[in-house]
């Protein structure tokens, strides 16, 4: 049994670009979550998917932001034109099947905007 | 808006010093109480979830107790390898809401 996996794990990237980061869940889960992390504060909530569908979205979601989950499987997060602020830890989650509310994170991705 | 608040925010302990982390919190319509441990530069690893109140879990050194307010993760005769920050989290709907952390220090 495979946990979830995110890739790249580190990413360094000059202010203005783009972005684009890939998670691949736990098999069986059919529910997807992408969190943010900055040092010292706990993971915040950005979007949820169930199956290929976005259900919830965080207002810290701003429009540079995009995440997609194409046939419900893995998942990619964009960030457009990148700022110095969007520097942290990407976290993504997922859970599913009897304890759909046991969630499951991966290592993670780091960004870092220069 | 649900809320999650983790005291102390960083603890000291001597390997062997029992302890306890507190949690609390408010959330409407609580579907769980989860608890995670998180090593520095890695992803939270759950450690437990608790569903309602008086409910007790515990996994080798660690015990994690839930009443209507508030959590406990009580710490028994801690090792070194048991320095992480632990981070308490709720959920309402379908997203988790964490609290800060608690980072733990153990000394041999």
């Known amino acids: 049994d495979t946990g979830v996996s995110q890739d790249p794990r580190h990413k360094i990237t000059k202010r203005g670009q783009n972005v684009t980061f890939r998670c691949d869940p736990i098999?069986?889960?059919?529910?997807l979550y992408w969190y943010r992390q900055t040092l010292g504060q706990g993971p915040e909530f950005l979007t949820y998917?169930?199956?290929?569908?976005?259900?919830?979205k965080s207002r810290l979601l701003s429009d540079r932001f995009s995440a997609e989950r194409p046939k419900g499987s893995f998942s990619t997060l964009e960030i457009q034109r990148t700022e110095q602020g969007d520097s942290a830890m990407y976290l993504c989650a997922s859970s599913g099947g009897a304890l759909p509310y046991e969630q499951y994170f991966g290592p993670g991705t780091r960004l870092t905007v220069t | 808006e649900d809320q999650v608040t983790q005291s102390p925010e960083a603890l000291r302990l001597q390997e062997g010093e029992s302890s306890s982390l507190n949690c609390s919190y408010t959330v409407s319509g609580l579907r769980g109480l989860f608890w995670y441990r998180q090593d520095p530069g890695k992803g939270p690893e759950f450690l437990f979830t608790l569903y309602s109140a008086g409910e007790e879990k515990e996994k080798e050194r660690l015990k994690a107790t839930l009443t209507k307010k508030e959590s406990f993760l009580h710490i028994t005769a801690p090792k070194p390898e048991d320095s992480a920050t632990y981070l308490c989290a709720v959920s309402g709907y379908s997203t988790l809401t964490f609290g800060k952390g608690t980072m733990l220090l153990v000394s041999p």
């Open positions: 998917f169930q199956n290929e569908a976005q259900l919830e």
């Open positions: 098999s069986e889960h059919n529910r």
